[in-house]
């Protein structure tokens, strides 16, 4: 019988005409062969007629065989359909290295037994070979990674490749439940070999679902040398696990490797990984002394997000970490030196071993350690003698910077204002001794600082002089700035802050300071005479007086601060409306607005001030005195609009004047109109006024006049900007579609000023064009895109319906396109929800993932929408997916999915997206 094994072959095929009896015949001799039964089981196993019984047989192969008729049901799927002989005879001359190996019963010479397979009946196979696949399931997962690459043959229908792929997902699944069932490294390994591959979102899902036995895997082969590859892990591993409480501990041990490039990636992971903080910290600091500079910075980076963390505090740190803290201040670049004192900051449990090494560091040769030890003393909190004197000490540091931190130092002190009062002043009188204009800026500006908090009385009145001359320091060199606005300064403001907090000891040297040569020390004595209580009568002189003051930024300071005074300052300042200086007489009006008073004669002074003024001068004035209804005259208007006519500059602050002036009086408006109408004006400035024309009260036949005038224009920008505007003004456009009709209907015109005057005609009056019939011609055409941007500028009642038509009259691979402008309309384009929602059952992987989109953000409530987001968060548009914005009731969705995932690659996804969405949401 062994001899005429080929002629029972044929005469069983001729028998049983169905491919899955034809598969399973095949499934039986290779089944009969690889076992050694007997001949006699040969007929028997070709007697198999159905996929039934082929299942049940498979199931009782050994565990070598199983392996082997997996991978050639993994061939059966990939033949091609119109030729399976040739494909399975190629196999049979010679597999490709990309292939499993063909069986050793299908390369005897003797035995062609592809010959059986009838063409028409290889779908039926196909789906057999898949169903064993599945049952034999988790053994089965050796020719997944095959699998995958068969998803994204084109040759196969979407529904094919779809049960392809929900099968490998099946045989994943049932292995990552089957705690007994050993995944090997090889198989992994074929995993990541789809990284540069369209199928690589498959292999990451596999890795993610497997992650109880992957994690350990992934982690080893972040020592290989692709970097690539290297950053494609870690995404996955933090997609595992963002947190480190999974893969911290494989992480960890990494640290430890002799390549830097490795080491440095994973300090950089672990600084994302807050469970293993109290791990990772002892680590981090001993590897500080890298010798490699790139890793050394990674690890600094790292320990700085720990102890910026709220891990922090737990900590534990051992006299031997604090003890290496303190060696790598000493030896590390200044960056690396401001974290590790950080460290030191946070982790000095032990104050007394902490301030005998900062007592060291003081003594050091290097001054920028010196400072550091003084800043960690303060910081800390020491307290003594010994340590109020080493601060007195270093206050006649060389090092400008180390006495500056020896002063903020001794601010920290309690107890001690008197000694800490008297030591400021001798230090401040031995820098003005040597005439050092930086370090007397420098040193004043600390002690304005500490006496902010020091008790006041006799002693501290002392140090008046010092902080009225810190008014006259800019920045932080000492220099004087010669021209610009001058930008407020650290000193300046502690100075300023200081004199305040003495009081009324102030004064005197601060009404002085008004008579300054140097504006900037005059707005800062104004600051001081305002805000010391209590204010009296005579400050309130003094202080109206600097509206004469010939400087706009100091006359500024005075309105600003006179207000404080209240009834103080409501008689001076109405005796100052007499004054001849007019920007003082403005002043005193404006401070008297500001207090609510309208006599008649504050009146004048603005409307006098107002039509003196330069045209600068006049945009000012508007703002400030916008409060006052009766200013917002014709008069007032003209003037405006004679300085919008006469600039030849940026013309935008005048008009956005007008606008605070609005609504424009019936001869302003009339002359405004006229300058549109004329040369003088810019196409922008034009276009601007016509865009705000109904608040300005502009006549709308005239804005239609001008628009479409400009749509004759060459500058395309602006025609575009003119035909979108008509748009909007609706039928009061009218007389505009004649105009905007000649643009569409001329193919000589740009298809995108032709688009934009479609949708503008379209907005005025839908009956004047069939925009119906050019959208859906302009979708299947070059200019696709400008057709999509076009139709989402139309009112949601027009375009809603006309994308629906689009959907179902355009070519197929433009709908996932056209789906997606339902997305600029929100919850306006909810009447598109049912067509939409049939689309997620579309196999198209495009079009399900762009109409999963819109329904989320449309109706995310609806029924469809929660299965087909669970299709998608293991998709191969999950990250797209994860990057769009959506609704927050979107979340609820994500959150049954996380209340009941299918899977954990599915868990973790709507887990990591609920959590952005969350995020987007508080800002």
Not at 552 to 578: H, N, Y
Not at 892 to 909: E, G, H, M, T
Request: hydrophobic residues 45%; aromatic residues 6%; glycine residues 4%.
């Amino acid at each position: 019988m062994i001899a005429d094994k080929p002629y029972c072959l044929k005469s069983v095929a001729k028998v049983f005409r169905s491919s899955a009896a034809c598969l399973l015949i095949i499934c039986g001799q290779f089944a009969a062969w690889i076992t050694e039964a007997g001949a006699e089981n040969i007929l028997k196993k070709a007697l198999f007629e159905n996929c039934d019984l082929a299942e049940a047989e498979a199931a009782k192969l050994s565990v070598q065989a199983r392996e082997e008729f997996y991978a050639y049901l993994q061939r059966v799927i990939e033949m091609q359909v119109d030729s399976v002989r040739k494909v399975l005879s190629e196999s049979v001359a010679g597999p490709s290295s990309a292939h499993p190996p063909a069986m050793p019963w299908v390369g005897s010479p003797d035995l062609n037994v592809w010959r059986v397979f009838e063409p028409t009946r290889e779908i039926e196979a196909k789906e057999c070979a898949l169903r064993i696949l599945r049952s034999a399931a988790p053994h089965s997962l050796v020719v997944v990674p095959q699998m995958f690459r068969l998803t994204q043959e084109k040759r196969f229908s979407f529904a094919f490749r779809a049960a392809i792929e929900g099968t490998a997902w099946a045989i994943i699944q049932a292995a990552a439940k089957n705690a007994e069932y050993q995944v090997r490294a090889e198989i992994f390994a074929e995993f990541l070999e789809h990284h540069d591959s369209s199928s690589w979102y498959l292999a990451q899902n596999a890795l993610i679902e497997l992650h109880a036995q992957s994690v350990p895997f992934l982690a080893g082969e972040l020592r290989g040398p692709d970097e690539k590859l290297r950053r494609e892990i870690i995404d996955i591993l933090l997609r595992i696990d963002d947190q480190g409480n999974e893969i911290g501990r494989h992480i960890l041990p990494l640290l430890d490797s002799s390549e830097d490039g490795l080491r440095a990636k994973v300090a950089s992971l672990l600084s994302r990984l807050p469970a293993v903080y109290g791990e990772a910290f002892p680590i981090v600091v001993r590897h500080l002394s890298d010798p490699g500079p790139a890793v050394k910075q990674e690890f600094c980076r790292t320990l700085a997000v720990i102890l910026s963390s709220a891990q922090a505090e737990q900590l534990q740190v051992s006299p031997e970490l604090l003890e290496m803290l303190f060696k790598h201040l000493s030896s590390s670049s200044a960056e690396q030196r401001d974290i590790v004192e950080r460290g030191i900051l946070v982790l000095a449990k032990s104050p007394p071993d902490a301030l005998a090494k900062l007592q060291v560091l003081q003594k050091s040769e290097d001054s920028d350690l010196r400072r550091r030890a003084l800043k960690l003393i303060g910081a800390l909190g020491f307290q003594g003698d010994a340590v109020f004197n080493s601060l007195v000490e270093a206050l006649y540091d060389p090092s400008l910077p180390v006495r500056r931190e020896a002063i903020a130092a001794m601010g920290k002190q309690t107890g001690r204002d008197e000694q800490i009062i008297a030591a400021l002043m001798r230090v401040l009188r031995s820098v003005y001794n040597k005439n050092d204009p930086v370090a007397i800026e420098q040193l004043i500006l600390e002690s304005a600082v500490i006496a902010q908090k020091l008790r006041r009385g006799p002693e501290l009145s002392r140090m008046v002089p010092y902080f009225i001359d810190g008014l006259a320091f800019r920045g932080g060199t000492g220099s004087i700035e010669q021209s610009g606005e001058p930008m407020p300064a650290p000193l300046m403001n502690s100075a300023v802050t200081a004199l305040i907090h003495i009081g009324t000891d102030s004064l005197p040297l601060a009404t002085k300071a008004l008579r300054s040569k140097d504006a900037l020390v005059r707005r800062r004595a104004i600051a001081v005479m305002s805000e010391i209580e209590p204010l009296d009568s005579r400050r309130a002189e003094a202080v109206i007086q600097m509206l004469k003051d010939p400087e706009a930024e100091v006359r500024a300071e005075a309105i600003d601060a006179l207000p404080v005074f209240g009834p103080l300052m409501i008689q001076p300042a109405e005796e100052a409306l007499q004054w001849k200086e007019r920007k003082a007489r403005l002043g005193a009006a404006e401070v008297l607005v500001a207090s609510g008073r309208d006599a008649p004669l504050i009146l004048n002074v603005l409307r006098e001030g107002y039509r003196l003024a330069p045209c600068k001068e006049k945009v000012e004035l508007i703002n400030r005195f916008r409060q006052v209804e009766e200013f917002h005259s014709d008069e007032e208007q003209r003037q405006v609009i004679d300085c919008l006519i006469g600039e030849e500059g940026d013309s935008s602050r005048f008009i956005a004047a007008l606008i605070q002036l609005a609504p424009l009086l019936p001869k302003a408006a009339s002359v405004l109109e006229e300058a549109m109408r004329g040369a003088v004006l810019s196409s922008a400035a034009k276009f601007q006024l016509a865009k705000n024309f109904a608040l300005l009260g502009i006549n709308e036949h005239v804005v239609v006049e001008i628009l479409v005038a400009m749509l004759r224009e060459g500058d395309k920008s602006v025609r575009a900007r003119a035909a979108l505007l008509l748009g909007k003004m609706g039928s009061k456009a009218n007389a505009a579609v004649p105009a905007l009709k000649a643009v569409f209907e001329d193919p000589g015109q740009e298809m995108l000023l032709r688009q934009k005057a479609a949708v503008a005609v379209t907005r005025i009056d839908a009956a004047q064009i069939d925009y119906s019939s050019f959208f859906l011609q302009e979708l299947s055409g070059l200019h696709y895109q400008w057709a999509q941007h076009s139709v989402s500028q139309l009112d949601a009642a027009l375009a809603v319906p006309l994308i629906v038509r689009a959907l179902k009259e355009s070519p197929p691979e433009r709908r996932a396109l056209i789906v997606r402008i339902l997305s600029n309309f929100g919850q306006d384009a909810q009447s598109a929800a049912a067509d939409v929602a049939m689309l997620l059952r579309e196999e198209d992987p495009a079009l399900h993932f762009e109409s999963l989109v819109v329904m989320l953000r449309i109706s995310p409530a609806a029924p469809e929408v929660e299965p087909a987001l669970r299709r998608e968060l293991t998709g191969r548009f999950a990250e797209r997916l994860y990057r769009e914005k959506f609704p927050p009731e979107a979340g609820d969705n994500l959150q049954k999915i996380i209340d009941q995932p299918q899977s954990f690659v599915q868990y973790r996804a709507a887990r990591r997206m609920l959590k952005k969405l969350a995020e987007h949401k508080n800002t």
